[in-house]
């Protein structure tokens, strides 16, 4: 049977490249990075040659990079941080953002008492810049703020440049969740002075359980995690020596081959939408996921007109494995907290599923998945 992966905005099949890296390091790569004989400096040597290549992807120094076990690690250091080390009390964020970003943000307001604001959206789910910086200048509180680049569920392209802009103009701390922008996007951090990003390796192609946080020079931040150390003293714990080095492996893929990989994977996405409007009536795109300009061109998220609560099985029968919205909440029953953010309740209640492509993809897994939508939505059809 045939089966067909459009699920990669939850994780991308590792590049054979990338496995090679990682066996290789096992290899030859066993020693403690910590420790001071030369199979420890063996590793440590290869460890801080990965920070090195990996922070040239983004024009900043190595001692910016801090190794991380992926994304919502990465997000609770910088948040937690915020609050108890640099003096935030007051935190600016969306109601669209990752659950790492949201439920961080609620412990903070439980715990320490800081004030929180969620920026209204527009009807397409994007953040509304007139309110937001209204919001920015509402009080001269210490504050941070996390809006994340590319949303995970609908792929809606934040105005990142713009968004520096006002939190430099108002003096205030940003923090973006990037794990769906890289290796997809070009960042220079120089260029676009954000003050925290974060990354996680099995998104572009790489290993689970990597990942890293930039944080800009002269910024100081403790660590969450006590015990030696590492990565400069701000997170210990043995590093990933594997990991990191096939997440090196996997982003230098991915950036070597940026322009041509966006653009073949942005017309596969316009094919499967134009074949999603051809074949079925009444299907709503949710977001802006289907404005090429303002979406990612690896995320599609569609509703179905039809309270369908067996289509993700029926189309994993089938051989199609995609998602409802955030692998992080596929077993939740609550449904997709971001399209609940902006849509309406009837609309809510409909089947959603989003779709997210690789470079991996291919116009014949696109035609194989519209064929098994057909079987499983024949009242929707088009005659």
Do not use: W
């Amino acid at each position: 049977m045939k089966y067909v992966y459009l699920d990669n905005a939850a994780t991308t099949p590792m590049l054979p490249e990338v496995i090679e890296v990682i066996q290789q390091s096992m290899l030859q790569n066993f020693g403690n990075p910590s420790s001071i004989h030369r199979f420890g400096r063996k590793a440590k040597a290869a460890v801080e040659t990965a920070r090195k290549n990996i922070a040239k992807h983004f024009n900043v120094s190595a001692s910016e990079i801090i190794f991380t076990s992926g994304g919502t690690e990465a997000d609770n250091l910088i948040l937690q941080n915020a609050v108890l080390n640099l003096g935030v009390t007051r935190i600016i964020t969306s109601k669209i953002e990752h659950h790492a970003v949201l439920r961080t943000v609620e412990y903070l307001k439980r715990e320490y008492k800081i004030t929180v604001d969620y920026t209204p959206l527009t009807e397409k789910g994007a953040i509304d810049i007139t309110a937001f910086e209204m919001l920015l200048k509402e009080t001269t509180a210490k504050t941070l703020v996390s809006l994340m680049y590319v949303n995970n569920e609908i792929g809606n392209l934040l105005p990142i440049e713009i968004i520096t802009v006002l939190c430099k103009e108002n003096k205030a701390y940003f923090h973006s969740d990037t794990v769906q922008a890289i290796g997809h996007y070009n960042l220079d951090l120089q260029k676009l002075p954000v003050d925290f990003i974060v990354a996680s390796a099995h998104k572009f192609h790489g290993p689970k359980g990597v990942g890293f946080v930039y944080v800009k020079k002269g910024i100081s931040i403790q660590p969450m995690l006590y015990g030696g150390e590492q990565e400069k003293g701000m997170r210990a714990s043995t590093e990933n020596v594997h990991g990191i080095l096939g997440m090196e492996k996997a982003l230098q893929i991915s950036y070597s081959n940026l322009q041509v990989d966006m653009k073949q994977i942005k017309q596969l996405k316009k094919y499967f939408i134009e074949q999603l409007i051809v074949s079925f009536k009444n299907i709503q795109f949710n977001g802006e996921s289907a404005n090429l300009k303002k979406s990612s061109h690896t995320i599609l998220n569609v509703t179905f007109p039809a309270k369908d609560k067996m289509m993700l099985f029926n189309l994993d029968i089938q051989g199609v494995a995609v998602s409802g919205g955030s692998a992080c909440q596929s077993g939740a029953s609550k449904g997709s907290h971001v399209l609940r953010a902006f849509l309406k309740k009837e609309q809510i209640e409909n089947a959603s599923v989003r779709f997210s492509f690789s470079k991996l993809t291919t116009k014949v897994d696109i035609d194989f998945c519209i064929e098994k939508l057909k079987k499983t939505q024949k009242k929707l059809i088009l005659s």
